[in-house]
């Protein structure tokens, strides 16, 4: 294959329509087992107790709504910053949207053992996955950074401040594994905290460079 193929650069808008399929086809995936759990009522159960009984199932849904929704929304900030995509980027983001269509997977796990004894293995499994969907979001950024496939100066600096906050996140999950093994309720409060800077990315990542100024020199 020649050169100038391999190096081909191409607009981001084909990208951005698959990207834009597969987080809607994972978030409609995540309705099934809500659905499936409220149709199956126990023989002589109320429907109200049989609700109550799968709480797990509901809650499961909706931190695998929140978790694919706020990826939806990074995702968007980054291929914002977008101008071209080259061969690079593809395999990456690719990889990427590979993770987004998963999450269904640990979400089901989640929604089974929400509240049994298998739960601090279903919350590891999800931690997983959230640490890896970080870690792609730093690579994706690393990448349009690296391969020079933004508009102009003013863009890059803006994308470089939202990768720097997306490696935080990836050190802030690991460490929200670690406290997992110790303590449940600590390692959600630290997802909760992720969820919420996530749900923000351009001012989480405006605030992790001012810090990051303020800091005196050595």
Not at 87 to 101: C, D, I, K, Y
Not at 186 to 200: E, I, P, T
Request: charged fraction near 15%; charge should be neutral.
């Amino acid at each position: 294959m020649s050169e100038g193929l391999r190096g081909r650069t191409l607009g981001p808008e084909r990208f951005k329509a698959l990207a834009d399929g597969v987080f809607s086809i994972a978030l409609t995936l995540l309705i099934i087992d809500v659905v499936a759990a409220a149709k199956h009522v126990e023989h002589g159960a109320t429907l109200t107790a049989h609700l109550l009984n799968h709480w797990g199932t509901g809650a499961a849904y909706l931190v695998g709504f929140l978790t694919i929704f706020v990826c939806w929304v990074n995702h968007q900030a980054v291929l914002d910053a977008v101008e071209r995509v080259d061969r690079e980027f593809l395999w990456v983001g690719g990889l990427q949207l590979g993770l987004v269509s998963a999450v269904p997977l640990p979400t089901a796990l989640l929604a089974d053992h929400f509240t049994g004894d298998d739960r601090h293995t279903a919350f590891f499994l999800y931690g997983v996955t959230f640490l890896l969907m970080a870690f792609s979001f730093w690579a994706l950024c690393r990448t349009v950074l690296r391969r020079g496939l933004v508009a102009d100066e003013a863009t890059r600096s803006d994308l470089s401040k939202l990768n720097r906050a997306y490696l935080i996140a990836v050190v802030w999950t690991v460490l929200a594994l670690i406290v997992l093994q110790v303590q449940l309720l600590a390692a959600l409060v630290m997802w909760a905290a992720m969820f919420y800077v996530f749900a923000f990315p351009a001012e989480f990542a405006g605030f992790v460079h001012a810090r990051l100024r303020s800091r005196p020199s050595r």
